[in-house]
């Protein structure tokens, strides 16, 4: 059994805080440390190297945004997740591009919470890959975000064979591993095989930057089929 991942949580409202560290404290989940600020919570990831960052993404100083491109810059194998109040944020579409591994409502249950927290220290993404293609359509070609695209993005494509490239295309339309098999009649194993590749080749964090790098290089359009 893998050990629980340690955790920093940032977010300015102090409450949020107590609230997340009791209820991860409880289910066995080591709290490393908490940051009321976009600037602390870099300093204190970088001091702690805790596996897995809670985010918030509005915070005074910096917001959570920019925290998250500074942190993955100096420490990629870092997971975060953004905290927002609502699921279509469009900031959270600009984290997943910068690297983020999803996003989890700040109403969030429990469970859920401690359920996604350790799904996305195994080194998961969090984000069902529909609710990845939601924000990429609706704010992909309005909302770029400033500075080098996500990582992978302008990646040589030629890289990938006929199958993988079938792959890619397929996990940009929201289809999951066991779908990817029916759909392609193969193997769930040699599905994750073709998936593991993709994200090798492409330098992907996790399956939320891959669906976000469909739409990226056009292999999968707003609004297609």
């Known amino acids: 059994m893998n050990a629980a991942p340690r955790v920093l949580i940032a977010d300015d409202q102090e409450l949020v805080r107590v609230g997340f560290r009791l209820i991860l404290t409880a289910r066995g989940i080591d709290v490393a440390g908490e940051a009321a600020d976009g600037e602390q919570a870099v300093a204190e990831a970088l001091r702690l190297r805790p596996d897995v960052v809670l985010m918030d993404i ?6 959570g945004l920019e925290a998250t491109r500074r942190l993955l810059a100096h420490d990629p194998h ?15 579409y600009a984290a997943l591009t910068i690297g983020a591994s999803g996003f989890l409502l700040k109403d969030v249950t429990p469970e859920h919470l401690a359920a996604s927290v350790r799904l996305v220290g195994t080194g998961d993404a969090l984000l069902a890959p529909s609710i990845t ?15 080098p695209p996500p990582a992978g993005a ?15 295309t397929l996990m940009g339309k929201g289809l999951s591993n066991a779908e990817l098999a029916y759909a392609l009649t193969l193997s769930e194993a040699t599905v994750k095989t073709h998936v593991a590749r993709i994200f090798t080749k492409l330098a992907l964090r996790d399956r939320a930057q891959a669906v976000v790098v469909a739409y990226e290089t056009g292999l999968v359009t707003p609004g297609g089929d």
Do not use: K, N, Q, S
Request: aromatic residues 6%.
């Open 133 to 147: 293609r939601r924000l990429v359509e609706r704010f992909a070609a309005a909302d770029r975000v400033p500075g």
């Open 58 to 63: 509005r915070m005074p100083v910096m917001d």
């Open 78 to 92: 870092c997971r975060v997740i953004m905290l927002t109040t609502f699921d279509l944020d469009r900031y959270v």
């Open 154 to 168: 302008h990646a040589d494509l030629a890289t990938l064979t006929p199958r993988e490239l079938e792959v890619l």
